[in-house]
């Protein structure tokens, strides 16, 4: 695990703002779901991804495919995006 040096305390309703240097590493934005994990007395925090969810749209359908053993999921507009960025 990389240390970041930032510290940050918990205010009166529980809540830690996250810098702005480590929301834009993650390319978090306002009102992105962020998933919570717990390791032993640590808490790990992780952008949320729905499974499904299109790696170039960000759609969510049943209907977009999984492809390299579920580690590339696209849309049909996703894909034709893709397929355009290879042909150029």
Do not use: H
């Amino acid at each position: 695990m990389k240390s970041t040096g930032m510290v940050r305390k918990v205010d009166e309703l529980g809540r830690i703002t996250l810098p702005i240097e480590l929301r834009r590493s993650l390319d978090l934005d306002v009102k992105d779901p962020v998933e919570i994990f717990i390791d032993g007395d640590q808490i790990i925090l992780k952008k949320y991804k729905p499974n499904m969810a299109c790696m170039a749209t960000g759609e969510v359908s049943d209907d977009n495919y999984s492809l390299l053993g579920g580690k590339l999921i696209l849309s049909r507009e996703g894909l034709e995006k893709l397929l355009d960025e290879i042909e150029n």
